[in-house]
């Protein structure tokens, strides 16, 4: 089992910056892909960003450019760096683990509003 717990998020002004976390534990073991996902009111939930066992990154056309994925060297903790924050971006912000090919871990969330 891996557990995933989320922090960072919070009230914030446009063009402002937060830095997710995305803090893993338990049985890591052939780790696939990291994603940062996000779930508006009322909407579906929408991926974010992805960063492979490998460390390639590939990001949505509508933050790209200003997000940026990363982790840890021990590859337990997750990042998600949010530059140029715009009211659109306010969502729950959601991490996902796989493991293999099947195997997924979701976080519980953490809030991001972007509000003057």
């Known amino acids: 089992q891996v557990q995933l717990v989320e922090s960072g998020g919070g009230l914030v002004q446009p063009g402002g910056s937060l830095r997710l976390s995305c803090a893993a534990s338990?049985?890591?073991?052939?780790?696939?892909?990291m994603r940062w996902y996000r779930q508006a009111p009322g909407s579906q939930r929408e991926w974010v960003a992805l960063?492979?066992?490998?460390?390639?990154?590939i990001y949505a056309d509508s933050v790209k450019g200003r997000f940026a994925i990363t982790r840890d060297a021990a590859k337990t903790t997750m990042y998600l760096q949010m530059n140029n924050l715009k009211p659109s971006d306010t969502a729950v912000y959601l991490c996902?683990?796989?493991?293999?090919?099947?195997?997924?871990?979701w976080g519980q969330g953490t809030q991001v509003t972007v509000s003057s």
């Open positions: 960063l492979t066992s490998a460390g390639s990154t």
């Open positions: 338990g049985s890591i073991v052939n780790l696939n892909a």
């Open positions: 996902n683990v796989q493991l293999g090919s099947m195997t997924n871990y």
